[in-house]
Nanobody, 124 residues
Framework: QVQLVESGGGLVQAGGSLRLSCAAS????????MGWFRQVPGKEREFLGA????????LYADSVKGRATISRDNAKNTVYLQMNSLKPEDTAVYYC?????????????????WGQGTQVTVSS
């Protein structure tokens, strides 16, 4: 079955950086656009960014634009989210997701598969 497994979360000080990874299995990874989202308890899941199948194009939410970089390695079936200049308000559970249509949509409903999430906590 399809599995998306995020890793790389943890506790970091404000101003620091993290690189999250999402390892995919059970699907033809290069056929999917991949997205990153985050969620804080009591709030809706928030789109952060996406990368198309080839990795040649990315899209970012305004909330992380300039601080986030999404990349992928199709040979390793892995997508990455590099976050810099972290702020306490970046504290959330971070999720990766796979989009069959390959468009890298901002909409949660466009994504077919989701990981279990990894906690990122930014201390002030």
């Amino acid at each position: 079955q399809v599995q998306l497994v995020e890793s790389g979360g943890g506790l970091v000080q404000a101003g620091g950086s993290l690189r999250l990874s999402c390892a995919a299995s059970g699907l033809t990874f290069s056929s999917y656009a991949m997205g990153w989202f985050r969620q804080v308890p009591g709030k809706e899941r928030e789109f952060l960014g996406a990368i198309i199948r080839s990795g040649s194009s990315t899209l970012y939410a305004d909330s992380v634009k300039g601080r986030a970089t999404i990349s992928r390695d199709n040979a390793k079936n892995t997508v990455y989210l590099q976050m810099n200049s972290l702020k306490p308000e970046d504290t959330a559970v971070y999720y990766c997701a796979a989009d069959t249509l390959g468009l890298g949509s901002t909409s949660l409903q466009s994504y077919d598969y989701w990981g279990q999430g990894t906690q990122v906590t930014v201390s002030s």
